[in-house]
């Protein structure tokens, strides 16, 4: 079987704590994890009508760190929402996450809430010390990857969203635009290696940033914290390479999952996808998985 020598903390969380299958479908599988058969397969997901959460969250993302990019003067309510006017440049459409008009407009507005209150409640000019750079490769926007070697035969890599310098030290942000407040420490931890072995940045402790409510979930980062977290990352990865059958976990997940057609639980994953779209109705209650 194909093997991988690189990890990154959302790779090791999908592969733990989501769904072993995915993470198979997504980097070990010949056909699924090649990256010239990735458009037809994101295009399945946009096409069902599954994709609109999932652009939602680049989006949001991309508008933040543009405007983060902005000198301290420019960073105000008005340029965020513009940032967001020309991220969108709408209407999307069905080739690009919003078959129908309505759900667009729906999650628009989601997000022209939710940066509005960002800019009312959040620090609009922290002491900024990394943000990624991106870049545009036609309609893809390319963010910078970090990465390390972790241990030998084996790299480290992931994009970190925002590192501030505060009065006792080094603060990693990572954005979420889910529901669910209930992360735990791992990715956390795992990006404050990164950001110490890649940037020679020492993190002193690091949040997830719940952009629905504004809440910050914060883990202290020490050594002890770092120690623990290499072991549990060795652990993984030991588990990962020695891996043969890739347990699918079906579940509220498969809903965002472009892998379902290749899926051996495809029945239950269908039942959930069932599920989710008649829970959602017009309330938009689900929890996304990033
Ligand atoms: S459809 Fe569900 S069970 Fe199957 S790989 Fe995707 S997330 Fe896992």
Redesign the pocket.
């Known amino acids: 079987m194909k093997t991988r020598d690189k990890f990154s903390p959302y790779s090791l969380h999908l592969y733990d704590v ?5 993470y ?2 997504e980097y070990l599988d010949a056909y699924t994890s090649d990256f010239r058969n990735k458009p037809k397969l994101k295009q399945i997901l946009v096409e069902d009508g599954r994709s609109k959460d999932l652009v939602f969250g680049d989006v949001i993302h991309r508008v933040l760190n543009d405007f983060f990019h902005l000198v301290s003067a420019e960073r105000t309510e008005p340029r965020l929402i513009e940032i967001l006017k020309e991220t969108w440049a709408g209407p999307r459409g069905k080739e690009r996450g919003f078959p129908q008009i309505e759900d667009e407009r729906k999650h628009y507005e989601r997000a022209l809430k939710l940066l509005k209150r960002f800019a009312q409640t959040q620090n609009l000019n922290p002491e900024i010390t990394y943000l990624p750079q991106t870049e545009n490769e036609g309609e893809f926007i390319k963010e910078n990857l970090l990465m390390f070697p972790f241990e030998p035969g084996i790299i480290l890599q992931g994009k970190i969203d925002r590192i501030d310098r505060e009065e006792d030290g080094y603060h990693l942000i990572d954005y979420k635009t889910s529901r669910s407040e209930s992360h735990d420490d791992l990715q956390l931890s795992a990006y404050a290696i990164l950001s110490r072995q890649a940037l020679g940045k020492p993190i002193h402790k690091a949040s997830y940033l719940y952009l629905e409510t504004g809440n910050f979930k914060t883990f202290p980062v020490t050594e002890e914290t770092e120690a623990k977290t290499r072991q549990r990352i060795v652990e993984m990865i030991s588990r990962i390479k020695a891996d043969e059958e890739f347990a ?4 509220k ?2 809903y ?5 057609e ?5 029945d ?2 269908n039942e ?1 996808i069932a599920e989710l779209r008649q829970s959602r109705g017009e309330t938009e209650t689900t929890d996304l998985p990033f």
């Open positions: 989501e769904c072993a299958k995915q198979y479908f699918p976990r079906p579940g997940r498969c965002w999952c472009p892998y379902v290749f899926c051996p639980a495809k239950k994953a959930y």
